[in-house]
């Protein structure tokens, strides 16, 4: 049903302009029915951890997930008078 119908608005372009205007505003409504569902989800979430008292968050063992040392800078090295000669 709905091919035959866009065949007929594919030889009256009026009824394609009102059809893709229809189909559309559907899609637009879906998304934004998605869209407020997800964000009422986060905002719950993030209500249950603002009220959480401190002593029902989780501890930590104090040690981060960076090792002393194992982070690595680079350094600019010096070059001498010699090696900076252009040929």
Same mark, same amino acid.
């Given at each position: ?48 951890? &603002? ?25 600019? &090295?010096? &070059? ?8």
């Amino acid at each position: 049903m709905i091919k035959l119908l866009y065949a007929i608005a594919k030889a009256i372009p009026a009824l394609q302009k009102i059809l893709d205007k229809f189909f559309g505003v559907a899609k637009e409504s879906k998304a934004t029915s998605r869209r407020d569902a997800k964000d009422a989800a986060v905002d719950a979430v993030v209500d249950g951890l &603002r009220k959480r008292k401190p002593e029902q968050q989780r501890k930590t063992d104090g040690a981060s997930g960076v090792q002393k040392g194992s982070v690595r800078i680079p350094r600019v &090295r010096k &070059r001498s008078a010699k090696n900076n000669k252009r040929a």
